[in-house]
């Protein structure tokens, strides 16, 4: 199990800022972008991609799992998520399900309190064992 001292969780952050970077946001003008640390050590990272129809607009974490499945697949380890500007960002209630699924209750995320497991961010979440 990763540990929070084992993630350079500053490049983290600048790769969330630096993705941020590339949204497209032209209605919220809020600019999100995600970066992980895969378990392979790789990273992979995403930005928001708003839609005039609000309901089909991409979280900056949706795009990072698509990049995690188009490089290699692997689960995420550790997650940061950041606006343009560095503030910390929280994934939304959807993005935190996503990120159960593809890193588990073990993978860590850089939160308000500190960084914590998504077992802690999503507690008693679904998953794929609670699946007939």
């Known amino acids: 199990m990763t540990t929070p001292v084992d993630v350079d969780w500053d490049e983290l952050r600048q790769r969330a800022v630096l993705a941020a970077q590339d949204a497209y946001c032209p209605y919220s003008g809020l600019r999100v972008g995600s970066a992980a640390l895969c378990d392979d050590g790789r ?14 607009g991409l979280c900056a974490e949706c795009t990072m799992a698509g990049q995690l499945r ?31 699924e593809l890193g588990g209750g073990d993978c860590l995320v850089d939160t308000p309190r500190g960084v914590v497991p998504m077992s802690r961010v999503l507690p008693d979440a679904f998953g794929p064992e609670d699946l007939p």
């Open 43 to 56: 990273i992979v990272v995403g930005c928001n991609v708003e839609n005039a129809a609000y309901g089909v």
């Open 70 to 100: 188009l490089t290699g697949g692997g689960r995420f380890v550790a997650v940061a998520c950041r606006s343009g500007t560095g503030e910390l960002l929280m994934p939304c209630g959807r993005c935190r399900q996503l990120l159960f």
